[in-house]
Structures are given as C-alpha cells and as structure tokens.
C-alpha cells in the first residue's frame, strides 16, 4: 500500500492550490479518504473527509474554502484550497482508511505568506 501526495508549495493569502494524494496497492475497497494537516508544535488535525458515498465532512476552518473530491475508481483524493490563509501553513497529509485500517501519505508542506 502506497500513498503519494503532492502539489504542496508557497503561496501568498488568498491564493489558492491543490493538493492531490494517488493510492496504490489497494485490494479491497477504500472506506474514506481524507486530509489531515500538522502545524509546528500543534497536533494533526482532520481538515476534510469523503466517504465511500460521497459524503463530505470538512473543518469549520476550511469550510467554504476547501473542497475535496475523490476518484473511487482510480484511488485518488484531491483538495482544492482556494483564499488561503497564513494559518492555513502546516504539513497535509492524505489519509485512507480501508476496512478499519488507516494508510497515511508522506505529507507535504503548504506555506501561506501574509
């Protein structure tokens, strides 16, 4: 079992990126897929979850901003964070939970400058 994310990078407040998490590997179906961020010193937070259904739960921080969406059929899950903000700067990790397992991605660091 793989994850692979990227699109992480340096972006001034209000500008937007995407991030996106690639899953192999695998071999039975994928519960939820989500994302997950970790600033210094802080603990990793939920920041937005797709289910298997397509049901979307997002933090009260991002809601309105971010949007996640998820490719069943090729193991994917993107986030869209548009009007980004310099406490939106933390290290975002993909996750996947299948069968009651999770499966975390490498993380990659999004910055915001003010």
């Known amino acids: 079992v793989q994850l692979q994310a990227s699109g992480g990078g340096l972006v001034h407040t209000g500008g937007s990126l995407k991030l996106s998490c690639a899953a192999s590997?695998?071999?039975?179906?994928?519960?939820?897929m989500g994302w997950f961020r970790q600033a210094p010193g802080r603990q990793r937070d939920l920041v937005a979850l797709?289910?298997?259904?397509?049901?979307?739960y997002y933090a009260d921080s991002v809601k309105g901003r971010f949007t996640i969406s998820g490719d069943r059929a090729k193991n994917t899950v993107a986030l869209q964070m548009n009007s980004l903000k310099p406490e939106d700067t933390a290290v975002y990790y993909c996750?996947?939970?299948?069968?009651?397992?999770?499966?975390w991605g490498q993380g990659t660091q999004v910055t915001v400058s003010s």
């Open positions: 797709i289910s298997n259904i397509g049901s979307t």
């Open positions: 996750q996947i939970v299948s069968r009651g397992d999770a499966y």
């Open positions: 590997g695998f071999k039975f179906d994928i519960n939820t």
